[in-house]
């Protein structure tokens, strides 16, 4: 009897230790459909199958080691299982680094944009914390998915310093990762890639898609895109033409005007002068936000007044200028009076549309003609 009770004594840590890896190749053979039959991820399991992700392995966004599954299972036995699953803040940051195995060249662009910014930049920046005291709100667009307040995250919260986050583990991380524009498992279709032909042309070209969704850090969850309005703001008493490119709505919820609506106000870059009702992605790039190759897309090289667009004295060609690209109109320059636009030469306009083509490297049948410049010139040719 005493040696049954040894055997049982020594087989129970085994067993224990064997259900670990055992769980883990369970759940990898079943694609999570295993445990999801007695789990309480059956809800999310259900809103991935309908997603735009549906093809992607759980594993490959939420990691499948024998770490991850371990823990999981620890939680489970447990009962440490809070009513809704949600990803923790360091759950979505060791996600960001999974993201980039298929969106390569999406990933490379946000790390080295402005909201690819770690933590640490932006909530220990000296100059920043000395003109503006650190709040909560700070948190409602840089750091959407940090658990706590400002106070958990920084000490201390004051305009002398010296500032240190209170967890070393996230001065590195995103304070604006991936998860905080696009929802993963919102419903839409898989995206297939386009031929090269086909993705060079604009009028085939995708630019909104279903994952666009702000993770709003008070209630945990995503709010679709389709469902955030696009604010009407006004320059004085005018209301100024907005775009109806709906991705704005998503840029909005952080670079917003004051209660007043009034454009530049607060964060606001609402166009106006000669860009008003241009789309923010008309210029900034989707995931880096740069602008540089932008003017090219829709302005010839030169503009009636015979100067590059890319050297006039704006916030463009030096962040010093007085005129701001945003707000910039023709009269700031044309103090006297715009002078009335004059019909370019054909040999002005020949030179335009070859310079246009080959720095958009279009083929003949893609190019679409932009401006009045560019019509003029079609019907020069058909004229000839």
Known sequence: MRKRWWWAAAALPCVLLLS?????????????????????????????RDSTHRNVPCETCHGGSLADNSRRLIHHVSGDVPEQIRLKGLDVNAMVARCQG?????????????????????FLDAKQNRERL????????????????????????DR???????????????????????????????????????????????????????????????IADANLAIPQVVDGERPLRMSPDPRQALCYQCHAPLATRQAGSGDDRTGRGIHEGISCLACHEKHGQQTRA?????????????????????????????????????????????????????DTLQRQEDAFRAQQRFRPTDLQWLGDDRTAAAGLRTAR
């Open 294 to 346: 932008s003017c090219a897309n829709c302005h010839p090289r030169l503009s009636n007044c015979g100067i590059d667009v890319e050297k006039m004295d704006t916030s463009f060609l030096s962040p010093k200028s007085a005129h701001n690209i945003h707000s910039a109109k023709c009269v700031d320059c044309h103090t006297k009076g715009v002078p009335k636009k004059r019909l370019a030469s054909r």
């Open 160 to 222: 002398t310093g010296p500032w240190k986050l209170t967890d070393a583990r996230w001065a590195n991380m995103a304070a604006i990762p991936c998860l905080a524009c696009h929802q993963m498992h919102r419903h839409g279709e898989p995206l297939h890639q386009q031929p090269d032909r086909m993705a060079r042309s604009s009028a085939r070209e995708t630019i909104y898609r279903p994952s666009l969704a702000l993770f709003d850090r008070r209630g945990m969850d995503h």
């Open 20 to 48: 670990v890896p055992a769980s883990s190749i369970y759940y990898n053979a079943t694609a999570g459909e295993g445990c999801a039959r007695c789990h309480e991820i059956r809800p999310n399991l259900e809103s991935w």
């Open 102 to 122: 298929c969106h390569r060249q999406e990933f490379a662009d946000w790390h080295a944009g402005p909201h690819g910014a770690t933590f640490s930049k932006f």
């Open 134 to 157: 650190l709040m909560d709100d700070c948190l409602r667009c840089h750091g959407m998915q940090f658990e706590g307040g400002i106070r958990d995250l920084v000490t201390p919260i």
